[in-house]
């Protein structure tokens, strides 16, 4: 990591493909999910009936995420405090979900989009470091594939990029990636996609069926074999792709064809701009 963002970096530990970040709620020890799909901080279940915190103003609320559907969560309105680096966020609503049953590893939180989407995010998957920096800083991107990106308006914190996937018959699928570093699966390509696409019709897909398939409950769909992937020219390591058959949720997204998870990303070092609209791999 260039030596101005390493000053600021957090050690992060990468297990069962997702990040783990340091942190502590309300001086309470924690370690949080880092989960760029999603805006929200969240609490898990489990954690906080055994923390000994308590807060007043809770609530109901309705989420979805992705899962296929909906659930009702318990919701805290005020008083969380989540500090990082030295750094304290006071985010506010946060959902009080059973994050551990859906990651299937111990995880007392997840940290989303909502409070460091101005930010510059780098991210070194093979050195295991995480920095949110207020500005890029001159050499920080040497010798990084640079790739334009776009946000939906309604979710500015979800970056979207152009992304080739190669068929093994040969066919070009030119579509629009999205980073999901809450998702510790590869490329999956959404319901909508895979209609467009005819994705059904692949000879090689397997069916796969997860109960908690992610907040709002399960998910199913189907894995085949692809010849390759781009990401503005830059090749990625994968063999296998998926696709939803998901109907609503993120997996049913008509704004993005495919969610790139942390299979992918964890060869590659990372730096997201958002405000600059730009992504950075190597």
């Known amino acids: 990591m260039q030596q101005a963002a390493f000053g600021q970096s957090i050690d992060f530990q990468?297990?069962?493909?997702?990040?783990?970040?340091?942190?502590?709620?309300?001086?309470?020890?924690?370690?949080?999910?880092f989960d760029s799909g999603s805006s929200y901080?969240?609490?898990?279940s489990t954690f906080l009936a055994g923390s000994g915190l308590s807060y007043p103003q809770r609530g109901k609320a309705m989420m979805k995420g992705a899962g296929d559907g909906m659930q009702t969560a318990d919701v805290i309105f005020g008083g969380v405090s989540v500090s990082m680096n030295g750094k304290t966020y006071k985010p506010?609503?946060?959902?009080?979900?059973?994050?551990?049953?859906?990651?299937?590893?111990?995880?007392?939180?997840?940290?989303?989009?909502?409070?460091?989407?101005?930010?510059?995010?780098v991210i070194d998957f093979p050195k295991r470091a995480i920095a949110?920096?207020?500005?890029?800083?001159?050499?920080?991107?040497e010798g990084y594939t640079q790739v334009p990106i776009e946000y939906d308006p309604a979710q500015p914190w979800r970056a979207i990029f152009p992304l080739e996937v190669t068929l093994n018959s040969g066919t070009v699928i030119a579509g629009k990636g999205v980073i999901d570093?809450?998702?510790?699966?590869?490329?999956e390509f959404t319901s909508k996609a895979a209609a467009k696409y005819h994705l059904d019709q692949l000879a090689d897909r397997k069916p796969y069926k997860m109960d908690i398939g992610g907040v709002g409950g399960s998910s199913a769909g189907y894995v085949f074999g692809i010849a390759g992937a781009r990401i503005g020219g830059l090749a990625l390591?994968?063999?296998?792709?998926?696709?939803?058959?998901?109907?609503?949720?993120?997996?049913?997204?008509?704004?993005?064809?495919?969610?790139?998870?942390?299979?992918?990303?964890?060869?590659?070092a990372i730096i997201l701009?958002?405000?600059?609209?730009?992504?950075?791999i190597k």
């Not at 949110?132 to 991107?141: E, K, N, Q, R, S």
Request: aromatic share 8%; glycine share 10%.
């Open 237 to 268: 390591p994968v063999t296998e792709a998926g696709y939803s058959t998901n109907t609503t949720g993120a997996l049913a997204s008509d704004v993005f064809t495919t969610l790139v998870g942390n299979e992918v990303w964890e060869h590659f």
């Open 41 to 44: 901080v969240c609490l898990d």
């Open 92 to 121: 506010s609503p946060v959902p009080v979900i059973d994050l551990r049953a859906i990651l299937k590893n111990p995880a007392d939180g997840l940290f989303g989009m909502g409070e460091v989407k101005d930010k510059v995010i």
């Open 132 to 141: 949110f920096l207020d500005a890029l800083t001159p050499g920080m991107t």
């Open 14 to 33: 990468y297990e069962k493909h997702h990040i783990y970040i340091p942190a502590t709620v309300n001086g309470k020890a924690a370690r949080l999910v």
């Open 273 to 280: 701009d958002l405000k600059a609209k730009k992504l950075y």
């Open 181 to 187: 570093t809450g998702s510790g699966q590869g490329l």
